[in-house]
């Protein structure tokens, strides 16, 4: 692992059905700078920035191959909490991109991670 490298990528790979959006993908994310992801539209910008976040999963239309490492960690070992990895990766994305829930539950996922859970004040959150 190279010690200035937050996020690290190996030969990540995703498809949507039989067509594939990331080939091979392998790059280090260095800590503390900035990073721009460009390219024309269409090339896997976006993909890429949501297997940052656990945003794809593996299932019946999507499937994932390779790692994505916060630190040592990688984000796609089943063993790992996929809300504790959320709230360590950010995504600021240029349209609305819900989680696979009820609107309730997207609005609310942002208080309850955050430990504002009593149903009372989460209803009056949403």
Known sequence: MNEKSLLQVR???VAYGTTPALKGITLDIPNKKITAIIGPSGCGKSTLL???NRLLE???EVSI???VLVGSEDIYDPRNDVT???KKMGLLS???YP???S???NIAYGPRIHGLSSMGSMDEIV
Do not use: E, H, T, V
């Open 11 to 13: 030969d990540l790979n």
């Open 50 to 52: 949501r297997a940052f």
């Open 58 to 60: 593996d299932g019946d």
């Open 65 to 67: 191959s390779g790692k």
């Open 84 to 86: 504790q990895i959320r």
């Open 94 to 96: 240029q349209r609305p």
């Open 99 to 101: 989680l696979p829930m």
């Open 103 to 105: 609107i309730y539950d």
